[in-house]
C-alpha cells in the first residue's frame, strides 16, 4: 500500500531532556527464537550491542485486552521495533514489516496520542502479524529514549485508538478511518467540546465532510475514545503541528525520485491494461 508510510502526532507537555537524535532503542518480543532475534536485528541494521528491551505478552495483554480478544492477542510475544530519535520538528516517520492490520499512519496517531513525536519508527516480526502489539513496545522504547514516563491513562486510550481505527479501516478504508480520526483531532484543537452531544455533533459532521457514513456502532465507539481522550493532558496545538508534519513527510516520499519512477512504472503498466481491454471491444 502505497500511501502506508505516516505517522503521527503528539501530545503532552512532555519535557525531552534526555533525548539526543540519533539515539536508538529497539524492543524486542520476548518470545523470539535467538534465531528470530538475530535475523530482526540485521534487519533491523543494528548490532546486538544497541540498547534493547524485551515486550512479554503480559504487557500486550494489559494495553490491548479491553479492545480486542484475547485469541486475536496470542499468547506469544513477537513484535519487534527500532525507534531512533530525531532532531526536534522532524515529526515521526513510520515504517513497518509483517504487519498486516495495524498500518503506518495508525501506529502514527496512537503514538501522538501516546505524546511521542520526532522519531523515526520501524515495526516488525518475523512472518506476518497482525501489529496490534507493536504499540506497546514503541511506547516502552519512546519512554527510555526520552527520559519520561506516559501516563497509564494516555497509554490505554492510545491502543484504544489503534484497536477502533484498525477495526473502522475494515469498514471504510485506511486512508479514510486514519484521515477522519486526524480530522477529528484537529477540530476539537480549534474548538474543544464540552459535552457529549457536542463530541457527537463533531464526529458526525466531520463524517458527512469526508463522505463518509458511520453506523451507531462506529458513532458510539468513536464518540467513547474521544470522550476519554479529551480528558487528557494533551495539547492540541501539538497535536495539530504534529499532524501537518506527517502530511509534510507524506508528501517527500510522494516525491521522492525512487517513487515517482514506481508510479510512472506502475501507471504504465495499468494504461496497457486498459488498452487491452478496450482491444476485446473492438
Known amino acids: 500500500m502505497l500511501l502506508t508510510f505516516i505517522l503521527l502526532l503528539f501530545i503532552p507537555t512532555i519535557a525531552k531532556a534526555d533525548a539526543v537524535p540519533g539515539d536508538v532503542i529497539v524492543t524486542l518480543g520476548a518470545d523470539l527464537s535467538p534465531a528470530q532475534r538475530e535475523d530482526l536485528l540485521k534487519e533491523m541494521d543494528v548490532t546486538d550491542e544497541v540498547e534493547t528491551l524485551e515486550?512479554?505478552?503480559?504487557?500486550?495483554?494489559?494495553?490491548?485486552?479491553?479492545?480486542?480478544?484475547?485469541?486475536?492477542?496470542?499468547?506469544?510475544?513477537?513484535?519487534?521495533?527500532?525507534i531512533t530519535m530525531t532532531q526536534s520538528g522532524e515529526g515521526i516517520n513510520v515504517q513497518t514489516n509483517n504487519i498486516t492490520?495495524?498500518?503506518?499512519?495508525?501506529?502514527?496517531?496512537?503514538?501522538?496520542?501516546?505524546?511521542?513525536e520526532d522519531a523515526d519508527i520501524y515495526v516488525t516480526a518475523p512472518f506476518e502479524v497482525s501489529g496490534t502489539a507493536g504499540l506497546?513496545?514503541?511506547?516502552?522504547?519512546?519512554?527510555?529514549?526520552?527520559?519520561?514516563?506516559?501516563?497509564?491513562?494516555?497509554?490505554?486510550?492510545?491502543n484504544e485508538e489503534m484497536v477502533r481505527t484498525a477495526e473502522l479501516s475494515e469498514s471504510i478504508g485506511v486512508d479514510e478511518a486514519t484521515e477522519l480520526i486526524n480530522r477529528i483531532k484537529e477540530e476539537i484543537g480549534d474548538q474543544p467540546v464540552e459535552s457529549e452531544e457536542d463530541l457527537r455533533a463533531l464526529i458526525q459532521r466531520v463524517a458527512g465532510e469526508l463522505g463518509i457514513t458511520l453506523s451507531d456502532e462506529e458513532l458510539n465507539g468513536l464518540v467513547t475514545?474521544?470522550?476519554?481522550?479529551?480528558?487528557?493532558?494533551?495539547?492540541?496545538?501539538?497535536?495539530?503541528?504534529?499532524?501537518?508534519?506527517?502530511?509534510?513527510?507524506?508528501?517527500?516520499?510522494?516525491?521522492?525520485?525512487?517513487?515517482?519512477?514506481?508510479?510512472?512504472?506502475?501507471?504504465?503498466f495499468i494504461n496497457q491494461i486498459i488498452e487491452s481491454i478496450k482491444g476485446w471491444f473492438k
Open 55 to 82: 515486550v512479554t505478552n503480559e504487557e500486550e495483554h494489559v494495553y490491548l485486552g479491553d479492545y480486542i480478544s484475547k485469541t486475536n492477542i496470542g499468547s506469544r510475544a513477537l513484535s519487534s521495533s527500532k
Open 225 to 268: 475514545l474521544f470522550m476519554r481522550m479529551k480528558d487528557l493532558d494533551i495539547n492540541w496545538d501539538q497535536v495539530q503541528d504534529q499532524i501537518s508534519k506527517v502530511r509534510d513527510n507524506l508528501g517527500e516520499f510522494l516525491n521522492k525520485e525512487e517513487t515517482q519512477s514506481f508510479l510512472s512504472s506502475f501507471l504504465d
Open 136 to 158: 506497546t513496545g514503541l511506547i516502552k522504547a519512546y519512554e527510555v529514549a526520552a527520559g519520561v514516563d506516559i501516563p497509564e491513562e494516555q497509554k490505554q486510550v492510545a
Open 101 to 116: 492490520w495495524v498500518s503506518d499512519k495508525m501506529y502514527a496517531n496512537a503514538l501522538v496520542t501516546a505524546g511521542v
